[in-house]
């Protein structure tokens, strides 16, 4: 009795696989498909999962733009459940579209397909979480929606894109809202004006590659770490809140990259640690002492993401940190830039 279960294990296996792997070569829109429509405001990727009882296979990275939608699979009829797992680009750590986790399935990077996804066995991959989806059908086409509490249609959906990412490159949008204006409008011409790209960029299918582009290479006023090291860095943000001292981490610079955090509001003043580690997140010594980048002000870290308020880093389960004091200019802007003591 078991040869024929694993025969039948073997070609679930194999229809779940030939079915992702369709998926992935779509280059147009078919008679039947499955879509991915992205109605947020966030640039992100997805991994998709199909899973018949305990069998599932998953396939991914199928990036969407705000407003954007892909075939993920050729057939409104899936051969199993479906399941999903997002992750956004250009955020902030943690960040996250609030999916739930109802199923831990293997995931790779780059273009993957794990064809036995219930555990990983390949170097490199990881288990993730998945939500279960249901599409809706119509005229043969089952869509899938990623959406947030604004409940954008999909042109607000790709205007209040380009909103948030003028707003984390430092320019004044005004609200995310997804709606024309003239704040949205002069922001636009003053990131089209200082990258001297073409008037109507923000029309090109390209917009959202450049203002991620722009937003890793520390373009736009506001603040930017760039990391000049060989190294990984991992950098903690300190802002001043009624007085207090508010840190946040940590941030991936990756070597010869630039990040720009997240800051909310205008902050008076802006403060920054970081650290050096290795491929494997060790950290990394010089004359035997850990490589960080610090300064003279007194705040909190913690060895995983963390946002504390106050210096009181035992009591929220941190450790001391000497933060450096950010200056600005007069447009506020200001790019911190890591480099290796010699």
């Known amino acids: 009795m078991a040869a024929p279960a694993r025969s039948s294990m073997r070609e ?43 069998t599932a296979a998953t396939r991914g990275w199928f990036r969407l733009d705000p407003g954007q939608c892909r075939a993920i699979l050729q057939t409104a009829e899936a051969p199993g459940r479906l399941f999903l797992h997002t992750r956004p680009v250009g955020e902030a750590p943690g960040a996250s579209l609030g999916q739930p986790n109802q199923r ?38 089952a869509i899938l929606f990623l959406s947030e509490e ?4 999909l042109p607000q959906a790709r205007r209040a894109g380009i909103q948030r990412l003028l707003t984390r490159l430092g320019y004044d949008s005004g609200p995310i809202d997804g709606l024309e204006g003239p704040k949205t409008d002069g922001a636009m011409r003053a990131f089209v004006t200082d990258l001297n790209l073409p008037a109507d960029a923000a029309a090109l299918p390209d917009i959202f590659d450049r203002l991620l582009a722009a937003l890793r290479a520390g373009e736009g006023p506001g603040f930017a770490w760039c990391n000049d090291t060989a190294y ?13 001292m508010v840190t946040r981490g940590w941030f991936r610079i990756e ?19 970081a650290e050096a580690v290795d491929g494997d997140g060790r950290p990394v010594l010089r004359q035997g002492r850990p490589l960080t980048f610090g300064g003279e ?28 004091a950010v200056p600005f200019d007069g447009r506020r802007r200001a790019s911190l830039r890591f480099r290796e003591p010699r």
């Open 12 to 54: 679930a296996l194999a229809s779940l696989a030939a079915a992702l792997v369709v998926a992935a070569a779509l280059a147009a829109p078919a008679a039947a498909e499955t879509r991915l429509c992205n109605r947020t405001s966030v640039v992100t990727e997805a991994a998709i999962g199909v899973a018949v009882e305990a």
């Open 104 to 141: 831990q399935l293997c995931i790779g990077e780059g273009d993957f397909l794990v064809p036995a996804a219930q555990s990983c066995r390949q170097a490199g991959h990881v288990m993730a979480p998945f939500a279960e989806v249901r599409p809706t059908v119509a005229e043969g086409i």
């Open 150 to 153: 604004a409940d954008y249609d």
């Open 232 to 244: 990984r860095i991992m950098a903690a943000l300190g802002t001043e809140d009624g007085g207090r």
């Open 255 to 273: 070597a010869g990259a630039c990040l720009k955090p997240p800051l909310e509001g205008a902050p008076p003043r802006v403060f920054s640690f």
């Open 297 to 324: 002000t007194a705040g909190c870290i913690r060895a995983s993401e963390f946002e504390i308020t106050g210096t009181d880093c035992a009591a929220h389960g941190g450790l001391p940190a000497q933060f450096l």
